[in-house]
């Protein structure tokens, strides 16, 4: 199984020219389609999605991942489901590491000590969630991309606007004449 596709807007290197990254982008936007249920955090969802909350913290999960999804112009409310999943997930990754603060690494099962099921179990919680969040872009790598991505372009705008608003000559210090 390979890995899923990066969206348009975190395609690096020269393989593809930026009207071609930009053609692209627009068409995910678009495919994506509106987060107006994600702006609105619990109260977007249906009743159906939201008994697929276990508890509370997933709830709160819940909420908190759909507002900043909702600023991601990658995610929409197509993703609802994913992120339920993931506030879920996240959820139980606490009840699991509570349980080792309770029990430590070592329980004993009569007098034999045994290792604690629950840090296994929140080794799989982890490794869960890294597949959520990078099926959705919101892995460290995916992240840190679309950061210097976007310092690029901003730098790239700046850069152009530097030369063509004749700004270059007071940034550097040069005074403009009409001298003939």
């Given at each position: ?20 990254k930009k053609r692209l982008v ?155």
């Amino acid at each position: 199984m390979g890995r899923h596709n990066k969206p348009a807007s975190q395609l690096q290197g020269n393989h593809k020219s930026q009207a071609e990254k930009k053609r692209l982008v627009k068409f995910e936007q678009e495919t994506v389609g509106a987060s107006d249920r994600l702006e609105q955090g619990l109260d977007g969802l249906y009743d159906q999605e939201l008994n697929q909350l276990r508890d509370g913290n997933a709830e709160y999960n819940y909420d908190i991942l759909a507002w900043e999804a909702h600023k991601s112009s990658a995610l929409g409310n197509i993703h609802i489901s994913d992120l339920i999943d993931l506030a879920n997930e996240m959820s139980l990754l606490k009840e699991y590491e509570e349980d080792i603060k309770i029990y430590k690494r070592i329980i004993f099962v009569g007098e034999k000590p045994v290792p604690n099921p629950a840090i296994k179990m929140r080794q799989d919680s982890l490794k869960t969630i890294g597949v959520i969040k990078s099926r959705l872009g919101l892995g460290a790598v995916d992240i840190v991309t679309l950061a210097r991505q976007k310092a690029e372009m901003n730098e790239t705008d700046g850069l152009t606007n530097l030369f063509t608003k004749d700004i270059a000559g007071k940034a550097f210090g040069e005074e403009t004449t009409n001298e003939v």
